[in-house]
Structure formats: structure tokens, C-alpha cells
């Protein structure tokens, strides 16, 4: 099942690309076509940029998902500053030159945390799944301190590996997942937002 709305190119880049193929497009007639190369070569870079591909999402309801394409930089037991609970954080480091988009770990509702920590432009959401679990996504500004866009709101349900935000350029993610929550990935490990499995969820 691929979960995107807007596939293979990000909607938040289509308004640069345009504009930026509309200027190659004038100079090309106007002025000269070797003087349009440099403006087509840039509609390139942003359309490898912006790219947004379909994924295959995991057919395991049980799965946690990974929410951005990344490397996992930690993982580490600590008290949710959100939900404050004991819990398995997660973090996973986006590349400068990567699909920009991030997911919705599993099939839930989003429901506003119970405290909001002091922020230095970070943006949490809190997750329920329709088993009780709690799972709380902590998307950080970007390298130009751009702030990251959340497309669902409190209330919304989304579903597992559902398109649910972007951060132009990548930054940070954060999950704070349950405690038992039996991890599938290590420090080091590469992986793509809604196809890699970071973590099943356990219940007994």
C-alpha cells in the first residue's frame, strides 16, 4: 500500500520549481539557450530535492514504521517529557539530500500532549493507537532553522506510514515509543520513512 498524497514530487516544492522553469522558459526564447542551462539545471536539483516517493508500507499493524528516511544516530531509555513515562526514545538524523517527507509511525489518533516542553522550535505529537499504545513524534527545525509543517491535527486519525509532514533540507526525529516496545533497529542502521520497521509493539 503506498501512502502518499502527493507522489514522486512534494507539493512544498512545486511553487520554486515553477517559477524557476518559468524563468528557464523566458530566457530560453528571449535571450539565449545556453543562458537557460544554469535555470534548468536548477529545476533538476529541486526536483531530486523535492522528490517524494510512494512506499510500500508493511502489512504487520504491529509495526512501528520509521517517520523520516534517515540514519538512527541513538536509542536510549528516558523519562517522555511529554507524557512523562518511562519510555525508548529513538533518534533518527535526516540527510541534507534526502526525501524530505516524514510519516506517521502507525495507525492511530493524534491527541495534544499532556505537557508541551520549553521549545526551541521543535514540534511534538502524540499518537494513540487503537491498542492503547502511546506514541509521542518530536520533529526539530531544520539546518536553516526552517520549522517543520505537521499536516494532521488533534483529533485526525492517521494511518501507518501515511504522508503527515515535511522539513525542508531534513533535521532530527525523535520517537518516544513504550518501554516494551521490542526494537528492530540499532545505532547506525539506515532506514526509510513507512517501509523500515523500527520497533514492534508488545502486548500481552
Not at 67 to 81: K, L, N, Q, R, S
Not at 179 to 200: E, F, S, W, Y
Amino acid at each position: 500500500m503506498a501512502a502518499s498524497r502527493y507522489p514522486l514530487i512534494a507539493r512544498e516544492g512545486w511553487p520554486v520549481i515553477f517559477l524557476l522553469g518559468c524563468a528557464g522558459v523566458f530566457v530560453f526564447w528571449r535571450i539565449d539557450w545556453a543562458w537557460s542551462l544554469p535555470l534548468w539545471g536548477g529545476v533538476l536539483i529541486l526536483l531530486f530535492m523535492f522528490r517524494d516517493p510512494p512506499r510500500q508500507i508493511p502489512s504487520n499493524p504491529q509495526a512501528i514504521v520509521s517517520p523520516a528516511d534517515g540514519t538512527v544516530t541513538a536509542i536510549e531509555t528516558v523519562t517522555d517529557p511529554y507524557l512523562e513515562r518511562e519510555a525508548q526514545q529513538v533518534s533518527i538524523r535526516m540527510p541534507s539530500y534526502g526525501v524530505f517527507s516524514t510519516r506517521a509511525p502507525a495507525e492511530g489518533k493524534m491527541l495534544e500532549p499532556r505537557r508541551i516542553p520549553a521549545s526551541d522550535g521543535h514540534q511534538g505529537v502524540w499518537l494513540r493507537t487503537d491498542e492503547g499504545d502511546d506514541l509521542v513524534i518530536v520533529m526539530h527545525r531544520g539546518p536553516l532553522h526552517n520549522a517543520p509543517r505537521c499536516y494532521v491535527g488533534f483529533g485526525d486519525r492517521v494511518g501507518q506510514g501515511q504522508r503527515c509532514g515535511f522539513i525542508t533540507l531534513g533535521s532530527t526525529i525523535e520517537l518516544y515509543l513504550p518501554a516494551n516496545c521490542r526494537m528492530k533497529v540499532q545505532p547506525g542502521d539506515h532506514v526509510r520513512a513507512g517501509t523500515d520497521i523500527i520497533g514492534l509493539l508488545v502486548h500481552k
